[in-house]
């Protein structure tokens, strides 16, 4: 009587017993291979992890510096020509019952700013000279560097504050007695410098003055040209709405009504495109990374035929044979997952800590970085796994 015995089953931690075990006889090979997952990998957690650390910042810019600020500018008529807002536009913005605060500035047009009265006329380093009210600094939650801000007395005399980006091109770090610039044939006294306004970027190239000393000094004709508004949170687009009715009841249309912190917002969609484009990368090097795996398991199974036909002589099953093969693809796309995830948690963390940045790495990235590599590992492991499993015992001891 003739007794069939059930072929033998592998357990799951022989599976990758077996799996490991052809990796650790061929670690360079492995190691390139795994190395390429690793790369596709790294770029991707890296390019979304920049991506929303940097959307984490934007977020605590804003809530800092608040949403609640508008800008009301004069656009153009019909015939395309630059027209003023009244002079009693700030007056009447600041009627609207849910405006906070309200103040602007008005562009000096033909006068420059210069570090002395050698300098060449033609060489004015793109500053604007505006005049400014009193308020404008806690409208648009400005801060002073260096010196004090313009006040009562100071704004109808030849005193000047000087924005981030203009202290610099003039060559300026710090405001105080005998610091002087060069403006419309006039000494102008520097008594502050401003820190960087990112919701006004305008202004930091720009070169402050008092109201009322434009008049005397300059001929400044009065007509403001931007006017800083801020609001409730809660009324932010009910203001927006009237901000252009209020500045100029009989030309609306001639003029811009605009939110500061929807500049930033664009440029952040902006990033994301091109974290877009990153991204395509990374899936690109993530693609090449599988090609490369399943060309190393293809030549494993060249290679190993004899070890392949003794298995099969000893009765392991197709099934086995087929199991331990994209085990072992499995495991190596997974050591390159794995390790493009720590390489790409590193990058993130490394650039936002130079950037000065929170780290914020979502975690459905991480996940689906080893899940990507599962997938890539599977599909790459399985031609060369079913190719080893269809070896016949007596044709794979017959190869030399």
């Known amino acids: 009587m003739t007794t069939s015995l059930a072929p033998s089953r592998l357990a799951p931690a022989d599976v990758v017993r077996v799996g490991g075990a052809g990796l650790r006889t061929r670690p360079m090979r492995a190691f390139l291979s795994a190395l390429g997952i690793a790369i596709g990998i790294a770029a991707m957690i890296s390019v979304?992890?920049?991506?929303?650390?940097?959307?984490?910042?934007?977020?605590?810019?804003?809530?800092?510096?608040?949403?609640?600020l508008l800008t009301v500018a004069p656009g153009n008529d019909i015939f395309g020509d630059g027209v003023s807002l009244p002079d009693e536009s700030v007056a009447m913005i600041g009627r609207i019952g849910p405006v906070t605060e309200v103040s602007a500035t008005g562009k000096i047009s033909g006068i420059h700013v210069y570090?002395?009265?050698?300098?060449?006329?033609?060489?004015?380093?793109?500053?604007?000279?505006r005049a400014a009210e009193l308020s404008l600094l806690r409208t648009v939650g400005g801060s002073v560097a260096s010196g004090v801000w313009l006040n009562a007395a100071t704004g109808q005399f030849p005193s000047v504050v000087l924005g981030a980006a203009t202290a610099k091109r003039l060559g300026i770090s710090a405001a105080g007695d005998g610091v002087q610039v060069y403006i419309g044939n006039r000494w102008f006294t520097v008594i502050g410098i401003l820190d960087a306004i990112p919701l006004a970027p305008e202004l930091d190239s720009s070169a402050l003055i008092g109201w009322e000393a434009a008049s005397t000094y300059l001929a400044f004709d009065g007509h403001p040209t931007t006017v800083y508004t801020r609001t409730k949170d809660t009324q932010v687009e009910a203001v927006q709405a009237v901000l252009a009715r209020t500045?100029?009841?009989?030309?609306?249309s001639q003029v811009k009504v605009s939110r500061p912190s929807?500049?930033?917002?664009?440029?952040?969609a902006t990033d994301k495109t091109f974290n877009g484009l990153l991204l395509g990368l990374g899936a690109?090097?993530?693609?090449?990374?599988?090609?490369?795996?399943a060309n190393t398991m293809v030549i494993s199974v060249l290679e190993r035929r004899s070890e392949i036909g003794l298995r099969r002589a000893l009765g392991a099953t197709r099934a086995q044979i087929l199991v331990q093969f994209l085990a072992e693809s499995l495991l190596l796309s997974a050591l390159g997952g794995l390790g493009g995830v720590t390489i790409g948690l590193g990058v993130t963390?490394?650039?936002?800590?130079?950037?000065?940045?929170?780290?914020?790495?979502?975690?459905?990235?991480?996940?689906?970085?080893?899940?990507?590599?599962?997938?890539?590992g599977a599909i790459a492991g399985l031609y060369p796994a079913v190719r080893a499993a269809r070896l016949a015992p007596t044709e794979a001891l017959a190869a030399p």
Request: no cysteine; proline share 7%; hydrophobic share 45%.
């Open 284 to 293: 690109v090097a993530l693609l090449v990374g599988g090609v490369g795996v």
């Open 247 to 252: 500045a100029n009841p009989e030309n609306p």
């Open 115 to 129: 570090r002395n009265d050698r300098i060449p006329a033609a060489q004015t380093g793109a500053i604007a000279l």
């Open 349 to 376: 963390a490394l650039y936002a800590t130079t950037r000065d940045w929170p780290t914020v790495v979502p975690p459905w990235a991480t996940a689906g970085g080893v899940a990507a590599t599962l997938v890539i």
């Open 48 to 68: 979304v992890g920049i991506s929303s650390s940097s959307r984490a910042e934007l977020d605590r810019q804003l809530a800092a510096l608040g949403t609640n």
């Open 262 to 268: 929807d500049a930033l917002t664009a440029r952040q």
